[in-house]
Nanobody, 121 residues
Framework: VQLQAFGGGLVQVGASLRLSCAAS????????MGWFRQAPGKERDFVAA????????RYADSVKGRFTISRDNAKSTVYLQMNSLKPEDTATYYC???????????????WGQGTQVTVSS
């Protein structure tokens, strides 16, 4: 299984970014997909997840209303649209795949390499 995340960068407060994660070696259409993030010296935190059956979504409270997760099964790609970015959103963002729609780190079995998002004030 390979998950390739990209789209990170350095932006200013209030800007938008869209992260993408392309999956291979996995039955993407039957996989729950998630985004997590990790800031230096902190634990990896849940950001958003999307299910495979009905594309049901879950979000961390800190990103609700600003971030949107979506998926394109035809392209085996999951996206994270991030709007109104704040300095506290600065982190390395990881995509993950698993059998469930979950906010729990342990429920995801495959991880991408991460893409850095830096929000400058």
């Amino acid at each position: 299984v390979q998950l390739q995340a990209f789209g990170g960068g350095l932006v200013q407060v209030g800007a938008s970014l869209r992260l993408s994660c392309a999956a291979s070696g996995v039955t993407f259409s039957r996989s729950g997909m998630g985004w997590f993030r990790q800031a230096p010296g902190k634990e990896r935190d849940f950001v958003a997840a999307i299910g495979w059956r009905y594309s049901s979504t879950r979000y961390a409270d800190s990103v609700k209303g600003r971030f949107t997760i979506s998926r394109d099964n035809a392209k085996s790609t999951v996206y994270l649209q991030m709007n109104s970015l704040k300095p506290e959103d600065t982190a390395t963002y990881y995509c993950a795949a698993g059998p469930y729609t979950s906010s729990r780190y342990v429920d995801f079995t495959s991880w991408g390499q991460g893409t850095q998002v830096t929000v400058s004030s």
